[in-house]
């Protein structure tokens, strides 16, 4: 299994990102797939998933309505569009499978929101 990040930046708040999770090593249209994220000294703090269809779409309170969650299973990439960006989003993103989230397996990408 391999997950790889990318899309992270530093940007202003109320700017816009997108995240790419580039994932090999296993079907990737059989499995659910979550983001994830941990801010300097706090823990991990699930983020969002989406099923392996792309069907139903779950969001912690902290990101409804900013952010959205998606995937391309012919190009087997997981994304997170992210709106409205606030400083406390601040953290390292990372993406997984969703029955692994407590334990991403990638490098993350730094978001970082600051004036």
């Known amino acids: 299994v391999q997950l790889v990040e990318s899309g992270g930046d530093l940007v202003q708040p109320g700017g816009s990102l997108r995240l790419s999770c580039a994932a090999s090593?296993?079907?990737?249209?059989?499995?659910?797939m979550s983001w994830v994220r941990q801010a300097p000294g706090k823990g991990l703090e699930w983020v969002s998933s989406?099923?392996?269809?792309?069907?139903?779409?779950y969001y912690a309170d902290s990101v409804k309505g900013r952010f959205t969650i998606s995937r391309d299973n012919a190009k087997d990439t997981l994304y997170l569009r992210m709106n409205s960006l606030k400083p406390e989003d601040t953290a390292v993103y990372y993406c997984?499978?969703?029955?692994?989230?407590?334990?991403?397996r990638g490098q993350g990408t730094q978001v970082t929101v600051s004036s």
């Open positions: 997984a499978k969703h029955e692994n989230w407590r334990s991403p």
């Open positions: 090593g296993f079907i990737f249209s059989d499995y659910a």
């Open positions: 989406i099923n392996a269809g792309g069907g139903p779409k």
